[in-house]
């Protein structure tokens, strides 16, 4: 499956952000979707991801009450909706296809998108 991200931008803290990613292939409904972030200088880490029926979303402790991702499969997309944003969410973020659900780990996910710049001004 082939992924691309889109909706990064600048905002201030306490704003919101709604990231979208696009994947094309037939087989975009039987994957795992996820997001990660990668800040300079720091490894990618986990986000949020979604199971294939839409159902069972986790997230990273550091999100979790501010982040919510979402997905449709008729329309091949998956979203992260961003509020309470923070100067320290500022970072590249990605989406990524796992055949698994509830991993967690950069490496388990197969299919990258190329990344959208998400930056948050105090």
């Known amino acids: 499956v082939q992924l691309q991200a889109s909706g990064g931008g600048l905002v201030q803290a306490g704003g919101s952000l709604r990231l979208s990613c696009a994947a094309s292939?037939?087989?975009?409904?039987?994957?795992?979707m996820g997001w990660f972030r990668q800040a300079p200088g720091k490894e990618r880490e986990f986000v949020a991801a979604i199971r294939w029926s839409g159902a069972s979303p986790y997230y990273a402790d550091s999100v979790k009450g501010r982040f919510t991702i979402s997905r449709d499969n008729a329309k091949n997309t998956v979203s992260l909706q961003m509020n309470s944003l923070r100067p320290e969410d500022s970072a590249v973020y990605y989406c990524a296809a796992d055949s698994t659900w509830g991993r967690r780990m950069a490496k388990d996910f197969a299919s990258w998108g190329q990344g959208t710049q998400v930056t948050v001004s105090s």
């Open positions: 292939g037939r087989t975009f409904s039987a994957y795992t």
